[in-house]
């Protein structure tokens, strides 16, 4: 489907582009959010008229998106999670949960699709992401992700948190070699029982 760009959108083009995308992309979101119209002569003709008034409702969104750019920055983004041994995550932390941490810490509205997570982060540690407040203001976030204050503090300090498993390594190899003198001790009772 043909259609006039009444926004930049990212990967798609900018305000008045003609682009060619999919119908039902179009018809289910950019249309009904106003992102973009039909193309026809009518429609092109309405834009040209109206492209003054998008322009500036464009520009005054960027402005209010730079505006929000220090809090964003400046949030600390610190995520108490309970998980494994491993440090396996017993759940995920999802662009939904940074969008809502971002609210309530920074007092920010950002959608979860503004979240530029990639895939939702399954174990403890420290994440790059970025935070898409305009398709032109893009903000570089640290989030971490721990069980307590005390390794969040460790990960912000840049310690590198270890987990257990070389404790169950060591109770693993000590196990093996009870296990194996167990059946010896069994032989010599029988014998003892038989005599």
């Known amino acids: 489907m043909k259609i006039i760009l009444t926004e930049k959108i990212t990967h798609l083009g900018n305000i008045g582009d003609t682009v060619e995308v999919k119908t039902g992309f179009a018809r289910n979101y950019l249309l009904p959010n106003g992102k973009a119209m039909r193309w026809t002569r009518e429609n092109v003709a309405l834009f040209e008229a109206k492209k003054a008034e998008l322009t500036a409702r464009q520009e005054a969104a960027k402005a209010a998106a730079e505006a929000n750019v220090d809090a964003v920055k400046n949030a600390k983004l ?67 992700v721990a069980q307590t204050q005390d390794e969040i503090d460790a990960l912000v300090a840049g310690k590198v948190l270890t987990f257990g498993t070389k404790k169950v390594e060591e109770e693993v190899a000590e196990e093996k070699p009870a296990a194996e003198e167990k059946p010896a001790e069994q032989p010599a009772e029988k014998a003892a029982d038989a005599e």
Not at 98 to 104: D, G, V, Y
Not at 113 to 124: E, R, T
Not at 135 to 140: A, G, I, N, Q
């Open 78 to 144: 610190h995520m108490i999670r309970q998980a494994g041994d491993t440090g396996q995550l017993y759940g995920s932390v999802s662009t939904r949960d940074i969008a809502r941490m971002l609210k309530e810490i920074a007092n920010v509205n950002v959608e979860s699709s503004q979240v530029l997570l990639g895939s939702p982060i399954k174990s403890i540690g420290a994440f790059d992401t970025k935070i898409a407040l305009h398709p032109d203001v893009v903000v570089p976030v640290k989030v971490y």
